[in-house]
């Protein structure tokens, strides 16, 4: 089993940034990839972005690609999401995950473990 909980979310204006950390206990965080999910009321649960093992790939959706940056701190068991130039779109709450495969995917049917979710909150 592999625990995760997320911190960081918070209301924020249009424009603004704020960083998102997943804290993960249970199993050996380097064996697992992690991503960013997000889901917006009445809409189905998306994929933000993903970080291999060791962190030396990356994927992002092309919404969030040249504002958010995904990171991973293997000494803290830490995932980050730092989201920059936020919109009102961004608006979700947003998911860590993660998956005993090596490099990560973008399907969330691939994840086995999830966090309880961040509320993002960006007003116009």
């Known amino acids: 089993q592999v625990q995760l909980v997320e911190s960081g979310g918070g209301l924020v204006q249009a424009g603004g940034s704020l960083r998102l950390s997943c804290a993960a206990s249970?199993?050996?965080?380097?064996?697992?990839?992690m991503a960013w999910f997000r889901q917006a009321p009445g809409k189905e649960r998306e994929f933000v972005a993903a970080?291999?093992?060791?962190?030396?790939?990356?994927y992002y959706a092309d919404s969030v690609k040249g504002r958010f940056t995904i990171s991973r701190d293997s000494a803290k068991n830490t995932v980050y999401l730092q989201m920059n130039s936020l919109k009102p779109d961004d608006t979700a709450v947003y998911y860590c995950?993660?998956?005993?495969?090596?490099?990560?995917?973008?399907?969330?049917?691939?994840?086995?473990?999830w966090g309880q979710g961040a509320q993002v909150t960006v007003s116009s």
């Open positions: 995950a993660a998956d005993i495969s090596i490099l990560p995917k973008v399907d969330k049917a691939a994840y086995d473990y």
């Open positions: 249970g199993r050996t965080f380097s064996n697992y990839a």
């Open positions: 970080i291999s093992r060791s962190g030396g790939t990356t």
